[in-house]
């Protein structure tokens, strides 16, 4: 399976190697483009400066050239917070995804947007400082009324970014509970 990951408002950090890595072990081939140009944060309020400086359009724009030459084998778009709002947006516009798994982030749908079951799995702190409880589940019906096939997972108690060890947010448990469901997710693409 050939998966496009997609950095958080932190920049391409070791935790997203990381997690390349573990879905490469899992026997995926994946790609990680740095849409940050190498800069990385050190706090969210530096990652939001970062993804401020260079704008949504230009993000999107980098996301596209990275995930052009690879969508004709039909991609699994993958991201974490912001990269995870960055593959929605690319999943949705491509006719040939093969799937969706957001980590910790989601996306505005764009009107009329639709998908042919296109298989969505998300999982997110609860409660989650940037993806409030109605901002979900107004999200979560959007997607069904695209056609997303679409499984959330909530994780009480863990902080935003709790899949990334080297962050306040860690939370062990629940990205152990998150990398096993999402790798059977993968698998079953």
């Given amino acids: 399976m050939d998966i496009l990951l997609l950095h958080s408002t932190f920049g391409l950090r070791p935790a997203v190697h990381a997690a390349a890595d573990l879905l490469r072990d899992a026997g995926h081939e994946v790609h990680v483009p740095d849409l940050f140009g190498g800069r990385t944060a050190e706090t969210v309020e530096d990652g939001m400066r970062i993804n401020e400086e260079i704008g949504r359009d230009e993000l ?28 929605q947006n690319l999943a949705l516009a491509d006719e040939k995804a093969r799937g969706l798994l957001l980590l910790h982030g989601t996306s505005d749908i764009a009107q009329g947007a639709t998908v042919d079951d296109l298989p969505v799995q998300l999982h997110v702190a609860e409660p989650d400082p940037f ?13 069904r009324r695209a056609g997303a096939d679409v499984e959330v997972y909530r994780y ?9 060890p080297d962050l306040p947010d860690h939370d062990a448990e629940a990205a152990r509970a998150t990398w096993t469901t999402a790798l059977g997710f993968l698998d079953s693409l």
């Fill in 131 to 143: 993806e409030s409880e109605d901002w979900l589940n107004s999200w979560y019906l959007q997607m």
């Fill in 156 to 164: 009480p108690g863990a902080g935003h970014l709790y899949t990334d």
């Fill in 60 to 87: 999107l724009r980098r996301a596209v050239q990275a995930a052009a030459p690879l969508s004709e084998r039909g991609l699994v778009y993958a991201g974490f917070s912001l990269g995870a709002a960055l593959a």
